[in-house]
């Protein structure tokens, strides 16, 4: 993501995600999989990147977490859980590694919703503006140096790994821009309500 520039002196700037987050006996087997490939590939990424499936990151002011929060919790309201079948590993040459999402469309459709709904609150400025995944994955290990990717997905490419987990609901992640940690905000339960009110017209 760029450099921020262009902000409001006095407002704190956050970095946020949106993310699935697979179950505690799941989240075990990844991390085990990731401090493998941060110990044989001295990966610091591997290490504290934690395991979710990414649907948009993006930075915005603080003052409008309020107004986010009240769009995504739409969005989970109307969303139905679905299943994530994760099958062994793919890269994104020279940088990532990660594990594949087999089960793509759901995950893709939901991040259209956001997308759609929510897109405008989540643009800081033009050179900030969301970044909405529609190459669903689970990274392993990502800002590889290059003889880290080499290697590592030399043997990643031949590993295998299975896992799935019922996507109930969605979590919003934040840090302050340039820090390590996220903390969680929110945790958005999908519902599968018959939401009727169009696009636009609940917050307009």
């Known amino acids: 993501m760029k450099t921020i520039i262009d902000t ?4 704190r700037v956050y970095e ?29 990424h591997a290490r504290w990147g934690r395991p979710h499936v990414t649907l948009v990151n993006f930075v915005q002011y603080g003052m409008m977490e309020d107004r986010i929060i009240n769009r995504l919790n739409a969005v989970a309201m109307a969303q139905y859980p679905f299943k994530i079948e994760l099958k062994d590993f793919g890269s994104f040459p020279s940088h990532t590694i990660y594990i594949n999402v087999t089960t793509k ?5 939901l991040t259209k919703t956001i997308r759609a709904e929510a897109q405008r609150l989540m643009k800081l400025n ?35 790994f299975t896992g799935r987990f019922i996507a109930d609901g969605m979590l919003l992640l934040k840090r302050p821009v340039g820090e390590m940690k996220y903390q969680i905000v929110k945790r958005f339960e999908f519902q599968n309500l018959p939401v009727v009110t169009k696009q636009g017209e609940l917050f307009a």
């Not at 469309?105 to 459709?109: D, G, K, L, R």
């Not at 529609?134 to 295998?160: D, I, M």
């Open 8 to 11: 409001i002196p006095g407002y």
């Open 16 to 44: 946020y995600l949106v993310v699935l987050n697979p179950h505690k006996e799941l989240w075990e087997k990844i991390m085990k999989v990731k401090e493998e490939f941060a110990e044989e590939y001295k990966s610091d």
């Open 126 to 160: 033009d050179d900030n503006k969301p970044h909405f995944i529609l190459e669903p994955h689970l990274t392993v290990a990502r800002k590889l140096q290059p003889w880290q990717y080499e290697k590592g997905w030399l043997e990643y490419s031949n590993k295998n």
């Open 105 to 109: 469309i759901p995950v893709q459709e």
